[in-house]
């Protein structure tokens, strides 16, 4: 299955614009604090829109409609989570955002930098590049199962498939960011999220259009099959969808993923503001669960289309790639174009942030300290460097994830390789908060014992079924690293 020509036509000039995109800012780049942080002059607007662009990724966009998809056990009860997120967003915007915002930094990590010195601030940072290394790897794995239908290759005379699919999206991705910095990385995350919230609506759309019965016949079926159940009040503590795990783990995973990962944090520093970077974050809370419900209304589609006959393909496929199927088998010439340059969109919203952030993190946290004397263009030309080699590790990551070839949503194992690691995080941003904070030794020990017990409730999943759901792993990381920090603290005091 391939695109016709007009389809492989819009996602080609998608793929040119946003390349010539970055060009655009090229010549602005003067210093990191405008390479990084928006030389500090992004409206909240921006802010908020860069916010959600940045955690919509492919995997929302693709797999989030395959949760609600499911034939089995498919509905809305994800949505719980997104509760958890509005509630962990209101912690984040009044107990650790004055912190990021009370100075001239261009890193999350550098607060702990002053609460607790270079080593925690080191290793905090290291943490966070392998996290995000991984998880956004994974991420554009899922873009390249849809790429995988989208015969680019004709226009270059190669052979086409999964890598190099990987290869382009990570290669267009780099360029812009390598070139354009931290404005390019906002503006086209702007224009990205109109794409694809467009497109995820048009697809809306086009299910109803489908189905005989239109609305009617959605809400009838999807009732019917039990699509439509949004609270799951039994606690179970290796499910992931249920209202505990939703509220107080989506609460606890939110305030790590939007309070302790230079990712977001990168985005408050561009604020002109404290007030501005608080009222964008505290909204793309609930811009995010309108979004969420958008895809997995999308998924519920898919399922009555399935169920109707109207989507044989559909059958037995994994449920990542329903909505792939769908877009390149069903939807008219022009259209199908559209929502892949959708899928484009989201993916490269997530990507440029992640290598802008990564590359932030390095120079920043490991190179400035040490190399204080560094001229700022020789810092502007090391962080492109430098955005070029995450992309390359990225990449990697896609490839290794496509041998496997494991059949867990992709979105479970982006959302459990955040949870591991950024609960620790969390852990640290919270014993700094405090008057009196541990000193730096308690404070890595508590964190080695997060990690071990984290990694003690993770790894049974490997071989058999889980003792313990994914959105529990940052309340987990986080407690273990407070409770062990303070505990050693309070018995190695004089």
């Given at each position: 299955?391939?695109?016709?020509?007009?389809?492989?036509?819009?996602?080609?000039?998608?793929?040119?614009?946003?390349?010539?995109?970055?060009?655009?800012?090229?010549?602005?780049?003067?210093?990191?604090?405008?390479?990084?942080?928006?030389?500090?002059?992004?409206?909240?607007?921006?802010?908020?829109?860069?916010?959600?662009?940045?955690?919509?990724?492919?995997?929302?966009?693709?797999?989030?409609?395959?949760?609600a998809f499911k034939p089995d056990g498919g509905d809305l009860t994800f949505l719980q989570l997104a509760f958890g997120y509005v509630v962990g967003r209101v912690l984040v915007a009044w107990l650790l955002l004055p912190q990021y915002m009370s100075g001239d930094l261009?890193?999350?990590?550098?607060?702990?930098?002053?609460?607790?010195?270079?080593?925690?601030?080191?290793?905090?940072?290291?943490?966070?590049?392998?996290?995000?290394?991984?998880?956004?790897?994974?991420?554009?794995?899922?873009?390249?199962?849809?790429?995988?239908?989208?015969?680019?290759?004709?226009?270059?005379?190669?052979?086409?498939?999964?890598?190099?699919?990987?290869?382009?999206?990570?290669?267009?991705?780099?360029?812009?960011?390598?070139?354009?910095?931290?404005?390019?990385?906002?503006?086209?995350?702007?224009?990205?999220?109109?794409?694809?919230?467009?497109?995820?609506?048009?697809?809306?759309?086009?299910?109803?259009?489908?189905?005989?019965?239109?609305?009617?016949?959605?809400?009838?079926?999807?009732?019917?099959?039990?699509?439509?159940?949004?609270?799951?009040?039994?606690?179970?503590?290796?499910?992931?969808?249920?209202?505990?795990?939703?509220?107080?783990?989506?609460?606890?995973?939110?305030?790590?993923?939007?309070?302790?990962?230079?990712?977001?944090?990168?985005?408050?520093?561009?604020?002109?503001?404290?007030?501005?970077?608080?009222?964008?974050?505290?909204?793309?809370?609930?811009?995010?669960?309108?979004?969420?419900?958008?895809?997995?209304?999308?998924?519920?589609?898919?399922?009555?289309?399935?169920?109707?006959?109207?989507?044989?393909?559909?059958?037995?496929?994994?449920?990542?790639?329903?909505?792939?199927?769908?877009?390149?088998?069903?939807?008219?010439?022009?259209?199908?174009?559209?929502?892949?340059?959708?899928?484009?969109?989201?993916?490269?919203?997530?990507?440029?942030?992640?290598?802008?952030?990564?590359?932030?993190?390095?120079?920043?946290?490991?190179?400035?300290?040490?190399?204080?004397?560094?001229?700022?263009?020789?810092?502007?030309?090391?962080?492109?460097?430098?955005?070029?080699?995450?992309?390359?590790?990225?990449?990697?990551?896609?490839?290794?994830?496509?041998?496997?070839?494991?059949?867990?949503?992709?979105?479970?194992?982006?959302?459990?390789?955040?949870?591991?690691?950024?609960?620790?995080?969390?852990?640290?941003?919270?014993?700094?908060?405090?008057?009196?904070?541990?000193?730096?030794?308690?404070?890595?020990?508590?964190?080695?014992?997060?990690?071990?017990?984290?990694?003690?409730?993770?790894?049974?999943?490997?071989?058999?079924?889980?003792?313990?759901?994914?959105?529990?792993?940052?309340?987990?990381?986080?407690?273990?690293?407070?409770?062990?920090?303070?505990?050693?603290?309070?018995?190695?005091?004089?």
């Amino acid at each position: 299955m391939t695109l016709a020509p007009p389809d492989l036509a819009v996602v080609a000039a998608y793929l040119v614009g946003m390349t010539l995109f970055g060009v655009w800012f090229t010549t602005a780049q003067k210093d990191l604090r405008t390479y990084f942080v928006g030389d500090r002059d992004v409206g909240w607007v921006l802010v908020l829109v860069s916010i959600v662009a940045t955690e919509t990724s492919a995997v929302t966009f693709l797999s989030v409609p395959g949760l609600a998809f499911k034939p089995d056990g498919g509905d809305l009860t994800f949505l719980q989570l997104a509760f958890g997120y509005v509630v962990g967003r209101v912690l984040v915007a009044w107990l650790l955002l004055p912190q990021y915002m009370s100075g001239d930094l261009f890193s999350a990590y550098e607060v702990l930098k002053q609460r607790f010195g270079p080593g925690v601030q080191r290793v905090a940072s290291g943490l966070f590049l392998v996290t995000r290394t991984v998880a956004d790897g994974l991420r554009l794995y899922l873009t390249a199962l849809l790429l995988q239908y989208v015969d680019l290759g004709r226009f270059i005379g190669v052979e086409w498939g999964v890598g190099p699919a990987i290869v382009t999206v990570g290669v267009v991705t780099v360029v812009y960011t390598y070139l354009g910095g931290m404005k390019a990385v906002i503006w086209t995350d702007l224009i990205q999220f109109v794409v694809k919230v467009a497109g995820a609506a048009l697809a809306g759309v086009f299910v109803l259009k489908l189905l005989p019965g239109g609305w009617d016949e959605f809400v009838s079926a999807g009732a019917a099959a039990g699509k439509f159940k949004l609270i799951e009040p039994a606690f179970d503590r290796t499910v992931a969808f249920n209202i505990w795990a939703g509220v107080i783990g989506g609460a606890v995973f939110s305030m790590a993923s939007h309070g302790a990962d230079q990712l977001m944090v990168q985005r408050y520093l561009c604020a002109r503001s404290l007030g501005q970077a608080r009222l964008a974050l505290v909204l793309s809370g609930f811009t995010v669960l309108v979004q969420f419900l958008l895809f997995l209304l999308v998924g519920v589609g898919l399922f009555v289309l399935m169920r109707a006959d109207l989507f044989p393909e559909a059958v037995g496929r994994r449920p990542d790639e329903v909505f792939g199927l769908f877009i390149v088998t069903r939807l008219p010439t022009g259209v199908a174009g559209v929502l892949v340059a959708a899928v484009l969109a989201a993916a490269m919203s997530t990507l440029s942030s992640s290598l802008n952030s990564s590359a932030n993190a390095v120079v920043t946290d490991f190179v400035r300290p040490l190399r204080p004397n560094r001229s700022e263009r020789e810092n502007v030309l090391l962080s492109r460097l430098l955005t070029a080699v995450w992309g390359v590790a990225q990449m990697a990551v896609a490839f290794a994830a496509y041998r496997l070839n494991e059949d867990k949503s992709v979105v479970e194992r982006v959302l459990a390789v955040a949870g591991f690691t950024t609960g620790l995080l969390l852990g640290l941003f919270l014993l700094g908060s405090l008057k009196k904070p541990p000193r730096s030794g308690a404070a890595l020990v508590g964190m080695l014992c997060g990690f071990a017990a984290v990694l003690a409730a993770w790894l049974p999943s490997v071989w058999g079924p889980p003792v313990l759901a994914w959105p529990w792993f940052a309340p987990l990381g986080a407690g273990t690293t407070v409770l062990v920090a303070l505990g050693l603290e309070w018995v190695t005091a004089e």
